[in-house]
């Protein structure tokens, strides 16, 4: 009974794979896999991660960067299934699969030069850092965005961050500091290493870019004696409805209404004209919305917005008109 509802628990996993998952991945490892072969590694310069890891281990030892990329990997996405799931794992893995092909294929198959360091920009080691570092980082944005993540030390701090009191990014920076030091100290330069950090930064940049999305929603509290008013009139401007909330002036102990609504950063504008026009006293806090669930709210202010249905007039029962013929009846 227990294997059978273990197998289950398995089948049920597998039915939350979405193929289309699958082909947004393939294009993050190519992606990703471009990004880091084609402008990192041919200069030098060290990826965050386990993929940094992976070329610093292929300049000291005579295995080949893809093959150090599966040996750290994919143990630890295997460590960490119980603690993420099936489709994370699977995910994951794929996309590391992916990204470790491509890596063997433009080092060892497609035939490109690399002599003269990167095949696009040649030796050019602050242009390799910033287009490297954001190819990277989007392709590691759409894994996370499709359910995975491409190194395995976001893993690695998913299992031992807590037990080190630290949170999984200051674990993650750690761990990449760790790395450049090494790299530097054993390399014996350090140039390399602080242009690796530039690399990095960038990448963190277009991860954010790609997770959180370019119009990025935001959230506004509004404080305002005319919540009536202003209320309405953000809903007749955004089409979209708003939330008013009791509250209590901590002072004053004065009955306060607050309204709160999600709009896109190109209505931010817009909302303070709203606001101002109605109430210049009133108080407006505007802060980043990381995700949203509901209505799409990245394109609103392009989407044409219901023309309201004019009333038609009610018909009246009028009684029926008294005539010479029905009288005489």
């Not at 295997?78 to 294929?105: E, R």
């Not at 993650?172 to 390399?187: C, R, S, T």
């Not at 953000?234 to 901590?250: C, I, K």
């Not at 709160?260 to 004209?273: G, W």
């Amino acid at each position: 009974m227990k294997s059978k509802a273990v197998f289950e628990k398995f089948k049920n996993e597998l039915k939350k794979l979405h193929y289309v998952n699958f082909l947004f991945l393939t294009l993050a490892g190519v992606i990703n896999a471009t990004g880091v072969t084609l402008f990192l590694t041919p200069v030098g310069l060290y990826d965050g991660g386990f993929s940094g890891t992976s070329f610093f281990l292929s300049q000291v030892t005579p295995l080949n960067l893809s093959i150090f990329l599966v040996i750290l990997n994919f143990p630890f996405f295997i460590l960490g299934f119980k603690k993420l799931g099936l489709p994370f794992i699977v995910y994951s893995l794929y996309a590391i699969g992916i990204y470790s092909l491509f890596a063997w294929l433009y080092q060892d198959v497609f035939g490109l030069d690399f002599s003269l360091g990167s095949p696009v920009v040649q030796d050019e080691v602050l242009l390799c850092a910033v287009f490297g570092g954001i190819i990277s980082g989007v392709g590691s944005g759409l894994t996370i965005r499709f359910g995975g993540a491409i190194d395995g030390v976001e893993v690695l701090g998913v299992l031992f961050a807590k037990k080190l009191n630290l949170s999984i990014g200051t674990f993650v920076m750690i761990y990449n500091a760790v790395l450049y030091i090494i790299a530097g100290a054993v390399m014996g330069g350090w140039l390399l290493a602080l242009y690796s950090i530039i690399a990095y930064a960038c990448g963190l940049k277009a991860v954010d870019f790609v997770v959180d999305g370019f119009d990025k929603a935001k959230s506004a509290f509004i404080i305002t004696d005319h919540f009536d008013a202003v209320a309405e009139a953000l809903s007749a401007e955004f089409g979209r409805g708003v939330t008013v909330l009791d509250a209590e002036g901590y002072y004053s102990k004065a009955n306060k209404t607050i309204i709160y609504c999600v709009i896109n950063r190109f209505e931010v504008a817009k909302l303070k004209e709203i606001i101002q026009s109605i109430d210049p006293l009133a108080f407006v806090a505007i802060n980043d919305v990381t995700d949203s669930m509901s209505k799409n709210l990245r394109y609103a202010r392009f989407d044409k917005k219901p023309k309201p249905k004019k009333e038609q007039p009610k018909k009246v029962d009028t009684p029926p008109q008294v005539t010479e013929e029905t009288s005489k009846e």
